[in-house]
């Protein structure tokens, strides 16, 4: 696709249930991100993908988020038992992953998750 | 400890005036600087990107400026319309050998009223 694609736009779930959002990177892109941005804040770093592993994992906040890649492509973010405080935007970036570090990172337009 | 401080954390100008916003950055080993723009609603999106070589760039009404020696950056922004009104995020980045998360700031928030 011609950018960062991400579903669902909306997710409203409740309290306790599991929601999985995916983000489609631009066909390509080696390197994937997953941010969280509550209501009035700045992003948050969860997650990052070089290929399909994830050399760091040091944003994600507990161990009810995991996140997995496949075929250098689609990734899911999964959030199990979800709490209110879980509710934010999830936003997804995707960059080549080149020699070098100025490449630009484009985002999808994120995943709004709201928890009642 | 990588960081980038964004100041003022929000800002309220009239139409037509200009502003400046500021990024101080504590990343190493430094790659370039990048400043995005997101509006309400939207990812955010890249205004401009600067090196350890480069201390200006334009992008239309904006100008962001970089002094690597101090680690400061700034955003200037022209004759301010009211589509300038966005969150503007400050994100530096490393050389390989560190890391290859970027490091955000948490932006500033800026409206433009008529």
């Known amino acids: 696709g011609a950018g960062v694609s991400q579903s669902p736009s909306n997710k409203v779930t409740e309290k306790g249930k599991d929601v999985e959002l995916r983000c489609d990177p631009i066909?390509?892109?080696?390197?994937l991100y997953w941010y969280r941005q509550r209501l009035g804040q700045g992003l948050e770093f969860l997650i990052y993908?070089?290929?399909?592993?994830?050399?760091?994992k040091s944003g994600l906040p507990s161990d009810r988020f995991s996140a997995e890649r496949t075929g250098e492509s689609v990734s899911t973010l999964t959030i199990q038992r979800t709490q209110q405080e879980d509710s934010a935007v999830y936003l997804c970036?995707?960059?080549?992953?080149?020699?070098?570090?100025?490449?630009?990172?484009?985002f999808g337009q994120g995943t709004r998750l709201t928890v009642v | 400890k990588n960081q980038v401080e964004q100041s003022p954390q929000s800002l309220i100008i009239l139409e037509g005036k200009n502003c400046t916003l500021q990024?101080?950055?504590?990343?190493?080993?430094?790659?370039?600087l990048r400043w995005y723009k997101q509006d309400t609603g939207r990812g955010p999106v890249s205004l401009t990107i600067?090196?350890?070589?480069?201390n200006t760039k334009s992008n239309g009404r904006y100008t962001a400026t970089l002094d690597a020696d101090t680690k400061q950056s700034s955003l200037h922004i022209t004759a301010s319309q009211l589509s300038d009104s966005a969150s503007y995020i400050c994100?530096?980045?490393?050389?390989?050998?560190?890391?290859?998360?970027?490091?955000f700031g948490r932006g500033t928030s800026l409206i433009v009223h008529p």
């Open positions: 970036a995707s960059r080549p992953l080149l020699t070098g570090q100025n490449t630009e990172a484009f």
């Open positions: 990024c101080n950055y504590t990343v190493s080993p430094f790659s370039n």
């Open positions: 993908f070089q290929g399909n592993s994830a050399p760091d």
């Open positions: 066909s390509g892109h080696t390197a």
């Open positions: 600067m090196t350890f070589s480069e």
């Open positions: 994100v530096v980045s490393a050389r390989p050998g560190g890391s290859y998360i970027p490091t």
